[in-house]
Each structure stands twice: as structure tokens, then as C-alpha cells.
T-cell receptor
């Protein structure tokens, strides 16, 4: 049981480049989310999805796009990277089932992104 | 709107001393509260959830609805407890029951 898998673990981009951060979960969770973690800011919600084909914006969505074509995958796209997007990105998933939901979200190991 | 406040960015204690990490929340309904822990450069791990009323690694947390608090406590801190601790809130109605809102975290350092 792999849980939530994020790739890559590390990435360096030049300003203006684009890339996709991958996130996959094998727990058949309906809810998936992307967070960014910055010093002194905690974790802030970027985008989330409540199921395949349904996505919505979180607290800090600007500069990021997402899609949810399958239950398992929830990629995060940076269309034109900026230094302000240097951060650690975490993907998380959660089931809607009451018992499982009591456990909160399961997190991936993170992607450390640097934009120069 | 849901909000979580962790007033202390840094907390330093000596091994064997009691520790309390504070968390206050703002939410109009009855939320679910969690504590997550992140050891150096690792993924976030669920430590406690208020509905379980459990003790993990010696830590406990009690939900006080009157004070809207969910403080994390441990009577005798250990060096391996050094980590970043996040308090988080999950709403239970409408569009908030899948948004996990985090506080800004408290970095706990336990000195030998």
C-alpha cells in the first residue's frame, strides 16, 4: 500500500518555465488537495478536488492549475514559474467514508521546488 | 470562515519538562480538530484527532469548545519530540468538510 506518492522529490526551475508536480494515491480516496508549505506561513491550500472531474480553488490558487481526470491522480501545473513559487508542495488525500474520514488527510512526502 | 491560530512559533523546553503547544480555532459549527507532526524534512504525520480522545507518544489534547482551544500536552518531554507541530481544523458542513485548515505551526525543541 503506497499511500500518497509525489514526484519528483526535488526540482529546480528557471523563471518562466513550466512543469507538472505529480500526485497519485492508491486508497480510492475521493478528496485530494495540494498545499504549499513556507516558513512562518504553515500549510496553505492551493487547490482541491472532491472527486474525478471536480476541482476548486483554495487559499492561494494563483499561478497554479489542476485537473482530476481519474480518482487516483491529481497533478499540479505551474504554467510560468516565478521565484515566489519556491516552496515545498504537499499532496494529500482523504476518504469521504465516515470512519475513514475521522483519520483526517494522508500526506505525500512532498516536492521541494526552487525557482531561480 | 475557519481559522486556526498557534500563537507560539518556537517553543524550547528541557528534557523531562512538561510541554504545552497552544491551538485556538474559529469555526461556526462543530469542527474536527487534529494535531499533525513533521519531523525534520519528512511528511506530515497525523498525531492526534480530538474524536478519538487517545494518547499517542505520551501526547494528549482536549477539545475545549468554550475556549475554542485544542492544546497539545505532554507531561515529560523527550528529545525525540523535537519537531514541527501543526494544529488543523476540518469543517463538517457544506464546502468546509474537505478543507483542512492549518495553523502556522510551532517548532518544538527539546534540549538535553
Amino acid at each position: 500500500n503506497a499511500g500518497v506518492t509525489q514526484t519528483p522529490k526535488f526540482q529546480v526551475l528557471k523563471t518562466g518555465q513550466s512543469m507538472t508536480l505529480q500526485c497519485a494515491q492508491d486508497m480510492n480516496h475521493e478528496y485530494m488537495s495540494w498545499y504549499r508549505q513556507d516558513p512562518g506561513m504553515g500549510l496553505r491550500l492551493i487547490h482541491y478536488s472532491v472527486g474525478a472531474g471536480i476541482t476548486d480553488q483554495g487559499e492561494v490558487p494563483n499561478g497554479y492549475n489542476v485537473s482530476r481526470s481519474t480518482t487516483e491522480d491529481f497533478p499540479l501545473r505551474l504554467l510560468s514559474a516565478a521565484p515566489s513559487q519556491t516552496s515545498v508542495y504537499f499532496c494529500a488525500s482523504r476518504t469521504t467514508a465516515a470512519a475513514g474520514a475521522a483519520g483526517g488527510y494522508t500526506f505525500g512526502s512532498g516536492t521541494r521546488l526552487t525557482v531561480v | 470562515a475557519q481559522r486556526v491560530t498557534q500563537p507560539e512559533k518556537l517553543l524550547s523546553v528541557f528534557k523531562g519538562a512538561p510541554v504545552e503547544l497552544k491551538c485556538n480555532y474559529s469555526y461556526s459549527g462543530s469542527p474536527e480538530l487534529f494535531w499533525y507532526v513533521q519531523y525534520s524534512r519528512q511528511r506530515l504525520q497525523l498525531l492526534l484527532r480530538h474524536i478519538s480522545r487517545e494518547s499517542i507518544k505520551g501526547f494528549t489534547a482536549d477539545l475545549n469548545k468554550g475556549e475554542t482551544s485544542f492544546h497539545l500536552k505532554k507531561p515529560f518531554a523527550q528529545e525525540e519530540d523535537s519537531a514541527m507541530y501543526y494544529c488543523a481544523l476540518l469543517g463538517n458542513s457544506g464546502g468546509s468538510n474537505y478543507k483542512l485548515t492549518f495553523g502556522k505551526g510551532t517548532l518544538l525543541t527539546v534540549n538535553p
